[in-house]
Structures are given as C-alpha cells and as structure tokens.
C-alpha cells in the first residue's frame, strides 16, 4: 500500500488542489511531511517516491521550490545507504540545477 501511495503521491496532490489553493499551507505543510516520510522509509517506498520529487515540489510556488528540494534531496543524500538511491538523488540534482 505504501509503495502505491509513494508513487502516486503528486496525482494525489493534484487531486486535492495543492498548487491551486494558494491560502491553504495546511495541506501543503502534510504533503511534505508524507513525502519525508516517504524519504525516510525502505528503499523499495524511497524508489516508487524519488522518481517523482521534481514533479512534487513543482506543485509548490516558485520560491519554495529550492528550498524544499534542497531539503529533500541534499540534506538525506549523505544519510543513504543504497548506491542506487544515491544515484537517483544525485540525477535529480543535475535536473535541478
């Protein structure tokens, strides 16, 4: 169920509205701890997740976009124990920037 739930999390986001409701930080502020967790959890739920981080976080507006990729990404990257997850991590940041 986790698995489904990492890989579909932004069809979810863009189900409930997160990149139209501008006012509403609540909603925003869960969907990143859900995708944390995601982060945090093994690596069969991080893969269904990672290949989907930048489509993510562009549900959010401009300015908290690197921010909340470079928390995300480089902050974890260092905690990784997969060489494989480490890569994906380390081509999300190549797109990025």
């Not at 509403?24 to 502020?29: A, G, I, Q």
């Not at 944390?36 to 690596?43: E, G, H, I, K, S």
């Amino acid at each position: 169920m986790r698995k489904s739930l990492a890989a579909s999390l932004v069809e979810i986001c863009k189900l409930i509205g997160l990149k139209d409701d501008l006012d509403e930080n609540d909603d925003r502020t869960f969907m990143v701890e859900v995708a944390n967790t995601f982060l945090v959890d093994a690596d069969e739920i991080k893969m269904n997740f990672l290949p989907n981080l930048c489509d993510f976080a562009s549900l959010f507006p401009a300015d908290n976009q690197a921010v909340l990729l470079n928390s995300m990404i480089r902050d974890r990257l260092e905690n990784e124990k997969t060489r494989a997850t480490r890569a994906i991590r380390v081509k999300l940041l190549v797109q990025l920037f």
